[in-house]
């Protein structure tokens, strides 16, 4: 080993003990049973570093392999992420083509034996509506959820393709739909649309932190039923590719006081 590749060894090492310290320390105190991210800043990223949009997107997927490691470290039993809205299909087609191409390749090696969800025994969720991706993609997550159907450690909730407006049109429309049908009388109520939501259906626990990354201030039609008084809202900085522990410390330290103080 050159006295440069051991110096690189020796840094990475103490990154890992101290990270590992940290994660120790933060699971002392109550840990969040529900994060979601909105996955923001892949293509600016890209253009900072001067490579492809699509290469912004793949750096996007190690940076969610790397946070649900760190979140089944801590424990956490739900990860909501945003992974690709309904608007979404209105990008570029190249662009709309590479993702579609990375989530068949790598949802599919998320799940597979030695993947980071059998390694934490997670289980994939899609919310959202499959049925608009490519038949190769669709395929994909079908084997893909079925590898992690028996974990039951943690669950991931992909959300693709999804928008808040439409899960709740849809809750509305069955609602109606069933009341219809049950010849039922007496008026809707919030919780028969709140028992019809994506996140009712795959049992979801109610949503403790949303974070979003890369500075933009906006919920852009995300779990926006889910987002209630008790959900703390965290816009963040960091690029998605580039989050880590150190974005999700100061959160993380913020929940633990918000909860030690009720
Ligand atoms: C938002 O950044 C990101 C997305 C639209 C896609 C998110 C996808 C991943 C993180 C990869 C893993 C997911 C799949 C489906 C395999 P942006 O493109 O809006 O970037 P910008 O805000 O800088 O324009
Ligand atoms: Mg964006």
Not at 81 to 97: C, G, H, L, T, W
Not at 208 to 215: P, Q
């Amino acid at each position: 080993m050159s006295l440069l590749q051991y110096a690189l060894w020796f840094r990475d090492n103490a990154i890992d003990r101290v990270q590992r310290v940290l994660l120790g320390i933060l699971k002392a105190g109550p840990i969040p049973h529900h994060v979601a991210f909105i996955m923001d800043g892949n293509r600016r990223y890209a253009r900072d570093k001067g490579v492809q949009v699509i290469q912004g997107h793949t750096d996007g997927f190690v940076a969610l392999r790397r946070i649900l490691g760190i979140c089944s470290a801590l424990d956490i039993k739900v990860v909501s992420v945003y992974a690709f809205s309904i608007d979404n299909f209105k990008r570029p087609q190249d662009e709309v083509d590479g993702l579609m191409n990375l989530a068949e390749k790598s949802l599919l090696e998320l799940c597979s034996y030695g993947g980071v969800l059998a390694e934490h025994g997670v289980r994939l969720n899609t919310l959202g509506r499959t049925q608009l991706f490519p038949p190769a993609v669709q395929e994909a997550l079908a084997k893909a959820k079925e590898l992690t159907k028996n974990n039951n450690r943690a669950v991931l909730n992909m959300c693709m393709p999804y928008s808040s407006r439409d899960e709740i049109t849809t809750a509305v429309e069955e609602t109606v739909h069933d009341a219809l049908v049950e010849g039922r009388i007496e008026p809707i109520t919030e919780k028969d649309i709140e028992d019809r939501l994506l996140t009712a259906k795959v049992k979801t626990a109610p949503l403790d932190i949303l974070i979003r990354t890369s500075g933009v201030k906006r919920l852009s039609d995300y779990l926006l039923w889910q987002c209630t008084e008790n959900t703390q809202i965290h816009f963040i900085d960091t690029y998605w590719p580039d989050i880590g522990l150190f974005d999700l410390l100061p959160i993380i330290l913020d929940y633990q006081r918000k909860v030690w103080s009720q």
